[in-house]
């Protein structure tokens, strides 16, 4: 029973990375139509981009920006180089990480989609597998292939819980954070006049702009948030399991892509769910069955939800109008 | 002049061509490395060719082709190791035994490439768009990782031991023979059916033509074809690797049919060649090869979305040419009339 | 039609493009293809620096026999018919004297057939599948290979650790991993001991805490984990993180300075077998380590070791061959005797692998080795060559 209980937990802590992720993938296709193929590599440009930051920009980024070592940006930002462990470091990374990869999102949809928009989803599907393909290489080249040892932002312990499983404060940290980043998208998107401008813009694109809407930058603050999440996703993955490298976020996002699709594309809640999902059934696949076809479980999910409602668990069903 | 005659006698030139390239090549006239270029590009040729009847005429977005390559070659190659050795042999081991052997093995590997796309196929082309891409992605990755654990075949080691069949005039019949069939497939009552479901699937299943169907059979063939261009990969180098299929592949592919033009012939064996060749040049760019490569299909995509040839058959103007030569100026005209995609236009829906 | 013409010359120029190396002269050339990008892209990186450094140590030296040698790097993106290519490049275009590559098993034996027919010598420096050198007299490994070092891991945990009971982690994608596996199952079953569980990952993975759980139930008195160290350190700290705390046991695939910086204290009293050991007071491993560090600012690990050597192996029979014809080059290798290098002695045998000692490494504190024993593998415990 306690292996059960573990691997439950286990699956839990896998599935919240997914749903943040996921959430990134349905909002933009439910404004857009677009399948962002990118997404999962934004994350991984969070997680290196945390990297970077909890490194102390220091050395290496004051160089970058033509300031001496000892400039503001070393000093000022995370002490350069040694930083104390502590929550709160954590959580600055991870905010700035959030930051910078929201400003890459916008970047990447004002350069590479919105001059696709025009024309057929295929069209946009493939300029989005480009660049994919472009972050995963521009990463090998750019950060180096090797995969990278993440520093340990702060120390981590076992809380045994009943039955003799445990959970590691890490995995703690990374749901409470998870749940605390959907729950601020919920409140967003329900709560306010932009989320509602979203939701519009998701609805028809066309008749949002007859109502003034400006769709433009509706879709650029969609892109934001969304990358902001996985930049989260991607800190806090690093968080749990310190090793990154440029090819991390092919696999997760195909993954998050089939949560999303399971918990019905479009639906915030839905997404939620479906990381969940997929984590919790990857977790006992592996446990119980063979690790060996892990990969094959989201993917025969995906197939078997396609098969049976497409609409996703929580989505509504949609009627093809002619 | 009949028109199987005509047909018949540009088969016959067609393989008379063929057979002589071969020799040459086989004489070492040219530099190995330029004739497994060559070679290579054949393959692509037949990869990008199959593919294209899916996703260009039939527009269906299909991006799991990879997987159905792997099937083809890896039964092929199962069937060459354990069987084809014994019937090259037991035909006295001269040319006749061997190219019954490679023959066989070429259906056994389309074939089973084929069933595999019978069974991807009825479930998943009932799904639309970006739907049916990401479901051809999955079961792309859920064959490679079956591949990866079948011991029978390697796993993850490997499959080596394949006999080595490394012939341009095999590589090209094969090449030769896709676009011929696709061509004649496009050009039929047919492939009519196919570009009706492309240009307005509702509309063409309002019309009568059962969608589900026809769309189950042009998979069918586009990924037993693609089973043959897997049959040739494994006996090129004699070694597979489930590595080798992964989703990457598929993307080369539909880049290249993505570059040459959707619904054009012409335009992917274009697009093969030059993406078959392109990485051999930029060798000395080695660590941005793939940065490249990876800008310019954004840049494609921005700038000229419908390719190289957009939809446009530049066969047409060739087969105008022959059917004068033949049948004289008062010969009957019917060339179909292709329509541009709908890529580049705007998706009513 | 006017744009088939077009593109009929944007394909003729992209072929003319496709310009062998360098001018040929009178210099030694030896092809080098290894994986610097992709998903096996540090060890070919190692495997480079090493070679390199060899190359630039002997022209510095005066060169083979008066004659620089010149390395053609190429890489395969950890791609088998990227490397198929590379070497026909190579043995064609090129036209290079002898060929050094690859890491991966599975790349060298996609292209040592290539090498074979052109009648080129092509020296692997770290492909442990025994497949490869059965490829033909020209194809050569400067290694040891996965029987051998299956056989050592498993007569260590069994003779020397005496446990009865173990499990194994291993990566299914990788086909190192899974044929160290086979044979490290196999000795250890042979001597008496237990494969109580046999769990599995995928190269790459981040979460193993599925297969941890599990593993943990069946008790076992050492974990045998056969997997490339970037992914052994973190199953090492996941381990220890469930409160896992029996020894694991390596083989080279451990070898990097990364390990344990990924591992951390979770590796502490584990084991890997190894070709040398970076901490080894031998003044010859000393040295190799000192330049190394002083050139690519970073310790050497025993891919760059092993390739270093290779290229000096290389180098030698070159210097001995009685002319830069590949079978005589061939038979200068075959000939190779007791070659001292950082990795050991290095003889070849029948099968053209080499014969040579292996070290049983202990992790301390800290990230130190210590060498805790120099493995003899008994003869019985290695399993038939498959």
């Not at chain 1, 994919?132 to 292939?145: P, Y």
């Not at chain 2, 086989?26 to 330029?34: D, R, T, W």
């Not at chain 3, 390990?259 to 050991?277: E, Q």
Request: glycine share 12%.
């Amino acid at each position: 029973m306690s292996t059960f209980l573990q691997q439950l937990i286990n699956g839990i802590s896998l599935g919240a990375i997914y749903s943040l992720i996921a959430l990134g993938y349905t909002m933009v296709y439910g404004v857009l139509k677009l399948i962002n193929f990118a997404h999962g590599d934004v994350y991984m440009v969070g997680a290196f981009m945390g990297y970077y930051l909890a490194n102390g920009l220091g050395a290496r980024g004051a160089q970058m920006l033509g300031m001496s070592a000892d400039g503001f940006v070393a000093r000022g930002l995370l002490g350069g180089g040694t930083l104390e462990p502590s929550l709160i470091t954590a959580l600055v990374v991870m905010l700035l990480a959030m930051a910078i990869c929201a400003a890459i999102g916008v970047v990447i949809e004002r350069l590479a989609y919105r001059p696709v928009r025009k024309y057929s989803r295929l069209t946009a599907l493939i300029t989005a597998i480009g660049v994919s393909l472009l972050l995963e290489n521009g990463g090998q080249v750019v950060f180096g292939a090797e995969p990278k040892f993440f520093p340990e932002l702060f120390r981590k312990r076992n809380i045994d819980l009943v039955s003799g499983a445990s959970i590691n404060s890490a995995d703690v940290v990374v749901l409470i954070i998870a749940l605390a980043l959907m729950i601020a998208l919920q409140l967003i998107v329900y709560r306010t006049k932009t989320g509602r401008a979203m939701r519009a813009v998701s609805f028809n694109l066309q008749s949002a702009k007859l109502m003034g809407i400006n769709t433009d930058r509706i879709i650029a603050f969609t892109f934001a948030l969304g990358s902001a999440l996985a930049a989260a996703a991607g800190v806090l993955v690093a968080i749990r399991i310190p090793r990154i490298d440029p090819l991390m976020g092919i696999l997760v996002g195909l993954k998050a892509f089939v949560a999303a699709v399971l918990g019905g594309i479009g639906n915030i809640p839905g997404a939620m769910l479906g990381g969940l999902l997929i984590g919790i059934t990857e977790t006992m696949v592996v446990g119980y069955l063979s690790p060996t076809y892990k990969d094959a479980v989201a993917f025969a999910i995906l197939i078997l939800i396609l098969l049976f409602r497409p609409s996703g668990l929580l989505g509504t069903v949609a009627q093809e109008k002619v | 002049m009949p028109r199987y005659l005509r047909n018949l006698i540009i088969g016959l030139v067609v393989i008379a061509v063929l057979y002589g390239l071969d020799f040459v090549f086989q004489a070492g006239l040219i530099n190995p490395y330029y004739t497994r270029i060559l070679m290579l590009c054949g393959i692509s040729i037949t990869l990008a060719v199959s593919l294209n009847l899916i996703n260009g005429f039939t527009g269906q977005f299909s991006i799991g082709h990879a997987g159905f390559m792997a099937v083809g070659a890896y039964s092929s190659a199962y069937f060459s190791i354990n069987y084809g050795m014994n019937i090259a042999n037991s035909m006295g081991g001269g040319k006749l035994g061997w190219v019954i052997a490679l023959l066989l093995t070429t259906l056994v590997g389309a074939a089973v490439a084929g069933l595999a796309g019978l069974a991807v196929g009825i479930p998943s082309l009932r799904l639309r768009g970006d739907y049916l891409a990401i479901v051809t992605l999955g079961f792309g990755q859920i064959i490679v990782v079956f591949l990866n654990n079948i011991e029978a075949v390697g796993g993850a080691r490997g499959y080596s031991g394949i006999p080595i069949v490394k012939s341009f005039f095999w590589i090209f019949l094969i090449a030769v023979l896709t676009i011929v069939i696709v061509y004649n497939i496009v050009n039929s009552a047919f492939g009519r059916a196919l570009i009706s479901i492309r240009e307005d699937e509702l509309a063409a299943e309002a019309m009568g033509v059962n969608t589900t169907r026809y769309k189950v059979m042009a998979f069918v063939i586009s990924s037993a074809m693609a089973g043959a261009g897997g049959v040739l990969l494994a006996h090129f180098d004699g070694y597979l690797n489930p590595k080798s299929f992964e989703f990457i592949k598929s993307f080369e592919i539909l880049i290249m049919i993505i570059l040459g033009g959707l619904g054009s012939i012409v335009g992917s064996v274009i697009g093969a060649i030059v993406l078959t060749i392109l990485p051999e040049s930029l060798r000395g760019f080695a660590e941005y090869r793939m940065v490249i490569y990876s800008l310019l299909l954004i840049i494609l995509m921005i700038t000229r979305p419908q390719g190289l040839l957009g939809s446009a058959d530049a066969f047409k103007g060739l087969r105008k040419r022959l059917r004068r030569l033949t049948e004289g100026p008062s010969g009957t005209a019917s060339s179909p009339t292709q329509s541009e995609t709908s890529i580049g236009g705007e998706n009513p829906r | 039609m006017k744009r088939i013409l077009i593109a009929s010359i944007l394909i003729a120029g992209l072929l003319a493009a496709c310009n062998p190396q360098a001018g040929g002269g009178d210099k030694v050339r030896i092809g080098v293809f290894m994986s610097t990008t992709g998903t096996t892209a540090n060890f070919g990186i190692s495997s480079v620096n090493g070679i390199k450094m060899a190359a630039d140590e002997i022209n510095a030296a005066g060169g083979i026999n008066g004659k620089q040698v010149e390395l053609l790097v190429q890489d395969d993106r950890s791609d088998a018919s990227e490397a198929a290519t590379i070497v026909t490049k190579f043995v064609t275009q090129d036209q290079v004297h002898a060929i050094i590559g690859e890491v991966a098993s599975s790349r060298s034996i996609a292209a040592a057939p290539i090498a074979q027919n052109a009648k080129i010598p092509m020296l692997t420096p770290s492909s442990t599948n025994p497949e490869v050198t059965k490829k033909g007299d020209f194809i050569f490994r400067s290694c040891f290979i996965d029987p051998y070092q299956g056989a050592a891991i498993a007569q260590f945990a069994a003779k020397t650790l005496g446990a009865k009971t173990a499990v194994i982690m291993i990566d299914r994608k990788n086909d190192y991993s899974t044929g160290l596996g086979k044979f490290i199952t196999e000795t250890f079953t042979k001597m008496g001991g237990k494969m109580v569980a046999t769990q599995s990952y995928q190269e790459g993975d981040q979460d193993f805490n599925a297969q941890l759980t599990s593993l943990k139930g069946a008790n076992p008195e050492v974990i045998f984990v056969p997997g490339y160290y970037n992914d052994v350190g973190l199953i090492a700290k996941q381990a220890r993180d469930k409160g896992i705390t029996v020894p694991l046991i390596g083989g080279d695939g451990w070898d990097s300075e990364q390990l344990y910086k990924i591992g951390g204290t979770a590796l502490n009293g584990s084991y890997f077998t190894n070709h040398y050991s970076p901490f080894d007071t031998e003044p010859k491993v000393q040295k190799f380590v000192n330049d190394y560090k002083s050139r690519y600012n970073s310790t050497p690990d025993a891919l760059a070791a092993t390739a270093y050597d290779a290229a000096n192996i290389m180098f030698d029979a070159i210097k001995r061959s009685k002319s830069l014809s590949g079978p005589d080059i061939r038979d200068a290798l075959a000939a190779t005797n007791a070659f001292p290098g950082v990795t050991g002695t290095v003889t070849f045998n029948q099968q053209h692998d080499a014969v040579k000692p292996i070290v049983m490494i202990e992790i301390k504190d800290g990230g130190t080795y210590a060498v805790r024993e120099r493995v003899n593998v008994e003869s019985s415990a290695v399993a038939a060559n498959q």
